[in-house]
């Protein structure tokens, strides 16, 4: 899991988040500021976790691995389209958006789908027949969480869970769920320790 402490989060010369203006607290704002650029840094680290333990690399690409076979060029009003994950298996091409959490930006959904669609006629055109587009909801149970979390942007046939995708890729769902847990209490312990340094937290306790 990504680190609390290694997080950017809001500088110090910018102006206040809105948890600044939540808690009328600027290092309590700047704190959990840093929490949510972790959180939103864990889906690329989640792919990076899924590549570093795939052992057959052969028609899979995803973070570094054969990155080429994932980057379609000049095919979206001239610009690139990279696709998270292309996998070629059971004579199908797997276009996947990977994500970790089960609620998404439908704004940003409805852009995704858009390009992965667009891969998928450019594919088409190139004789390539049998591709599908899939979006991952890594820690989604079942396709009904994510088909709710894309507000119906999504048919069914699209929706994957993270234990669907480490099928394909060979890998074990409940692994991956464990290597993420190994910065947990590291992330507990520093958030404690730096409410611990904000005074008004502090007389409180």
Known sequence: MALISNAKGRREDETPSGYERLFGNRKLGM?????????????NELEN??????KNKQGVSIQ??????????????????IIDCVLNKNNKTHLIEIKDGD?????????ELESLKLVKEHLRKRGVNRVEIKFCSFNAENHEQIKRGAKGLL??????TGKEL???????????VEERKKHQKENLDYFIEELKKIPEIKSKL
């Open 155 to 160: 048919d069914e046939s699209m929706a994957m």
């Open 103 to 111: 609620t998404f930006d439908t704004k940003k959904v409805a852009g």
């Open 166 to 176: 480490c099928e394909l890729l060979g890998l074990k769902f409940e692994d991956i």
């Open 64 to 81: 570094n691995i054969n990155k080429a076979n994932r980057v379609f060029s000049s095919i979206k009003h001239g610009h690139n389209i």
């Open 49 to 54: 976790i899924l590549a570093s333990k795939i």
């Open 31 to 43: 704190l959990i500021s840093k929490v949510q650029s972790a959180v939103i840094s864990t889906g």
